[in-house]
């Protein structure tokens, strides 16, 4: 550290935006916290007035920051740059993949069936078929004398163990993640209760109550299960142990709410399916209900009330209907038992046949090309069966700093050499998405400013270097090469003519590339016959069209474009029918099975999608 370090520490400073649905939640703020804890910098969030330490994480916590929010990131310390453009990135990263977990998505195929006795409407947590009967959740405590004599501090320990223990158990799927949280959540507690000399069981689960209540009303509120677990475990360590009575036999549980660590004793159990009525889709307990693939939903106290359901009498729970019926007929179980089959087979047959084309009933062939932000994403194409990559989104390949013309061409290769067929994006910074290494002006509305195509004019050497990392990379291989965010012929016209100065520069031939756009902009549908004079393919970019098209921020938290918009499929059938060059489609509208016999209907022969929804809607595909 040098001597201006020491004694003028620096300080940076700004603002990141909360882009998944379920908000800044414990699983990623527990992760950014243990980020920030690696540097001695102070770093503190700020968001509506209140700055808290980002270090702490019941703190980051209590800013309760929801999808569309931001939070201002103040860094001051000697290493406070290399602070800032660290969790820059890292949030980028945490952002990015939990917007690809859905986390509060249940993506139920959707199906038409109907019951002939009325059904009460479920909200979906884990997509399947329960049938059995229902039964209320029963819980009961027993004390452990010996243990009682336990301190606090004993407990707290001995509660931390365990969640490591079970973070070590799980490793290697989503589990793992949760109790880690936890964890990092009772760590903050124990700063808590030491700070405010916080000595019996009884201060410590008021303090417990009082954070979760503090949660109330947010997004956040769903969590509040996480801290009745931890308070579960340290009653636990302490000789109160909770118990949840179940039947031996098939049984769908109906219960207020379960603690987290109650979704290991029920996959264990003869559980069939889980009713809750005090969740949320996102919280952790609807996360490990999903891992466990056991089939739940939320319901309605009131309606279950109004229903006047019984006890211990066959029920069904189709979530692919959205739907409890809790006195279904003879009928009804026969075609619950039908339908459960069916799905069963199609996942399997999924899983089976993802190597295989998808070809519709009547025997068109849709290819299936993946979107690809990584190497690791480029692997997990592979496997899942994608045909070649549809959209590899460049930006997300060097979120930390700026990569060399070395390091940029390595990669490429790395990921060119696993498919033929490649579709390349020129980096799409700008609007939602940010690169920390990249000095973009200021401006009041981003998504309309400097971004996509427009960074050839802005950023040339930039642009440049990735160009020719692009064309070193792929040798003899042809690529697609795409351009984003055009909005007029002469961007890309102008765009293409750089890359091949580039090339004429470096003494390469690009001959064997494609050069075409991605259709986001609503400018380009008025504009096609022009585009075709020059362009050699299209992808439509349904995320950022509807956006523009309906002034709908991508990333607003109470307004959105629904998957079934006829205005849209209208766009994409004209598109398919007017452009005399290849049309293919990598928006997010790809992976909705809701929409999908539509979506064919329109004519369109290529989608570009994530890993995890290939095997689904290539089998999809097979029954349309
Ligand atoms: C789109 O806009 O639909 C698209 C695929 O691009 P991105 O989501 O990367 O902006
Ligand atoms: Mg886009």
Redesign the pocket.
């Known amino acids: 550290m040098g001597f201006f370090d020491r004694f003028f520490p620096k300080s940076c400073s700004t603002v990141l935006h909360i882009s998944t649905k379920s908000g800044f939640h414990l699983r990623p703020a527990a992760a950014f916290v243990s980020e920030a804890k690696q540097f001695s910098s102070s770093i503190t969030a700020e968001n509506r007035g209140k700055s808290v330490d980002a270090k702490v994480l019941s703190a980051l916590l209590s800013l309760n920051l929801e999808e569309g929010d931001h939070f201002e990131l103040h860094c001051k310390g000697t290493d406070a740059q290399e602070a800032m453009d660290h969790l820059v990135a890292f949030f980028d990263r945490l952002m990015q993949k939990e917007q690809e977990k859905h986390p509060g998505q249940c993506n139920t195929p959707h199906a038409t069936h109907r019951y002939q006795n009325p059904g009460i409407p479920v909200t979906p947590i884990a997509y399947g078929i329960a049938i059995a009967p229902l039964c209320r959740l029963e819980i009961s405590y027993t004390t452990n004398g010996k243990k009682r004599e336990r301190t606090l501090v004993e407990a707290i320990k001995e509660a931390k163990a365990a969640l490591l223990k079970q973070h070590r158990e799980a490793s290697g799927n989503d589990d793992a993640d949760i109790f880690l949280a936890q964890h990092a959540l009772l760590e903050t507690l124990e700063e808590r209760a030491k700070q405010e000399k916080i000595e019996t069981l009884e201060a410590f689960a008021t303090l417990l109550h009082e954070e979760a209540a503090a949660l109330e009303g947010g997004i956040l509120a769903s969590k509040k299960s996480d801290y009745l677990d931890l308070l579960a475990h340290i009653k636990e360590a302490m000789g109160e142990t909770r118990s949840l009575h179940l039947p031996e036999v098939p049984f769908i549980l109906l219960a207020d709410d379960l603690l987290p660590s109650d979704i290991e004793k029920l996959s264990q159990s003869a559980c069939q399916g889980v009713l809750l009525h005090d969740t949320s889709t996102t919280s952790h307990t609807a996360i490990l209900l999903r891992n466990s693939a056991i089939p739940s939903a939320i319901i309605s106290k009131t309606e279950i009330a109004a229903e006047g359901v019984t006890f211990g009498e066959e029920s069904i729970l189709d979530t692919t209907v959205d739907q409890f019926i809790p006195s279904p007929s003879a009928e009804d179980i026969a075609l619950a038992k039908k339908t459960e089959d069916s799905v069963r087979r199609s996942e399997a047959d999924a899983a089976k046949r993802r190597f295989e084309p998808a070809l519709t009933k009547s025997g068109k062939q849709i290819k299936i090309l993946a979107n690809v932000s990584s190497l690791e994403d480029a692997h997990a194409a592979k496997e899942a069966g994608a045909e070649g990559i549809g959209?590899l989104?460049t930006e997300f390949l060097f979120t930390q700093q700026k990569p060399s013309l070395e390091l940029q061409e390595r990669r490429y290769a790395e990921i060119f050499s696993l498919f033929e067929d490649i579709t390349v994006r020129t980096l799409?910074v700008g609007g939602d998405k940010a690169l920390p290494y990249l000095d973009l002006p200021h401006e009041s509305n981003p998504f309309l400013g400097i971004r996509g195509v427009r960074l050839f004019k802005s950023h040339p050497a930039l642009m440049e270097e990735q160009l020719l990392a692009l064309f070193r990379a792929a040798e003899q291989k042809p690529l697609k090469i795409m351009f984003p965010m055009v909005s007029s012929v002469a961007e890309f016209v102008d765009a293409k003519a750089f890359a091949q100065d580039v090339a004429a520069r470096h003494g390469l031939s690009i001959a064997h590339h494609r050069f075409g756009i991605?259709i986001?902009v609503p400018s380009i549908l008025f504009l096609i016959d022009a585009f075709d004079k020059v362009v050699d393919f299209y992808s439509i970019?349904?995320?950022?069209?509807a956006q523009y098209l309906y002034a709908i921020e991508r990333t607003h938290p109470t307004l959105s474009v629904p998957a079934e918009d006829p205005l849209l499929l209208k766009i994409i059938t004209d598109l398919v029918k007017d452009a005399k060059h290849p049309v293919s489609l990598?928006?997010e509208l790809a992976s909705e099975t809701k929409v999908l016999p539509e979506l064919i209907e329109t004519g369109i022969e290529t989608l570009s999608l994530s890993a995890a929804h290939i095997p689904t809607i290539k089998e999809r595909i097979r029954h349309v």
């Open positions: 959209l989104r799409d991605m986001e970019g349904t995320n950022d069209l990598c928006g």
